[in-house]
């Protein structure tokens, strides 16, 4: 009996060495470190009459983010919570030339805030700090990252925006003339003013409506607009989706060799058409998102709205290793 034991382990050694070596599941990592860069640019999509010109065309964003594996009887399998900060940086400039014979038309819409971010677990209690990061291993060597968290905190970053418009056109009495307007929305105050009157008009008293503060905007309001009638960002799969869809702000992508490292572009080489001239929505007061009931915002983005579109393109780069 022991002799045929001997044999019998023999012949497994044999047959095992022959099949070359056994394969091992590794344990996941204790923790994942890394950068995540999201880069959204602007471009004109243009339109017949209306002379449109880019000064500033992109927002930027770089996180460093780490974190240990989310050890809990409410985590997701597999999951991790990532935390760090970063820093995010929006610079845009657009002006829309209309002229219609004598009928002219200029709006400047400009927009600029920068600032640190604070990635933090738990809710967040500070202007500039905003959610935790959950990463996913999945099954057949696939992972998720999501993003939603990005937009998580009240106050953002101190956002500089601003909407100006002015026209003019020729009076049609016999006294003829020229009548012109200027239209501004600045830190939350709309206002309507009069340059030029018609000689037989009466005086327009003028039209303001809300009352200043200083708005604040995240990144992920900027790269995925949560109102209006455009279409979302399918970040997972790098493409765009009707408007009434939910969008995938998920990362998706492979781990090799225990890393994540790789690129997803949502809009493809010229990107995708989104209209009107208010291209994301600022935070208003307390961080609550715009419109308020007593806030101009979207009177003046429609008002001053000449019927211009954009293309906008996104670009997520990705870069994580296992610690541990």
Not at 114 to 132: E, N
Not at 208 to 224: A, H, Q, S
Not at 254 to 262: E, L, P, S, T
Not at 285 to 305: F, I, K, Q, S, V
Request: hydrophobic share 35%; glycine share 14%.
């Amino acid at each position: 009996m022991r002799l045929f034991r001997a044999l019998a382990s023999a012949t497994a050694l044999v047959a095992s060495a022959a099949a070359g070596p056994v394969a091992v599941a590794q344990a996941d990592p204790a923790g994942f470190r890394g950068t995540l860069s999201i880069t959204h640019t602007y471009a004109i999509q243009p339109v017949p009459g209306l002379q449109s010109t880019i000064f500033g065309d992109r927002f930027k964003a770089t996180y460093h983010l780490h974190g240990p594996r989310w050890r809990s009887r409410f985590a997701p399998p597999r999951s991790y919570i990532l935390t760090g900060g970063g820093h995010e940086d929006l610079n845009l400039h657009r002006v829309d030339l209309y002229q219609n014979g004598p009928i002219h038309e200029r709006t400047d819409m400009f927009g600029r805030a920068f600032g640190d971010v604070r990635i933090v677990r738990g809710l967040p209690s500070k202007a500039g700090q905003t959610g935790a990061l959950l990463l996913r291993l999945l099954p057949r060597g696939r992972f998720r990252l999501g993003l939603a968290s990005l937009g998580l905190g009240e106050y953002g970053s101190r956002l500089n925006f601003e909407l100006l418009a002015e026209g003019s056109q020729p009076c049609y009495g016999p006294a003829g003339g020229t009548m012109g307007g200027r239209e501004v929305y600045n830190q939350g105050v709309y206002e309507v003013t009069e340059i030029d009157r018609c000689p037989d008009a009466e005086p327009f008293p003028g039209r303001r409506v809300g009352k200043p503060y200083t708005p604040t905007v995240w990144g992920f309001d900027i790269w995925n607009p949560p109102e209006g009638s455009n279409p979302h960002p399918d970040v997972c799969h790098g493409r765009v989706v009707p408007p009434i869809a939910i969008p995938d702000t998920n990362i998706c992508g492979r781990v090799r060799g225990g890393r994540m490292v790789g690129k997803t572009v949502v809009g493809g080489k010229r990107g995708y058409v989104v209209r009107g001239i208010c291209i994301f929505a600022p935070r208003g007061p307390l961080g609550t998102r715009l419109p308020e009931p007593d806030d101009g915002y979207w009177e003046a983005c429609n008002t001053m709205d000449t019927g211009g579109f954009w293309r906008v393109r996104t670009v997520f780069r990705w870069s994580f290793r296992p610690t541990g």
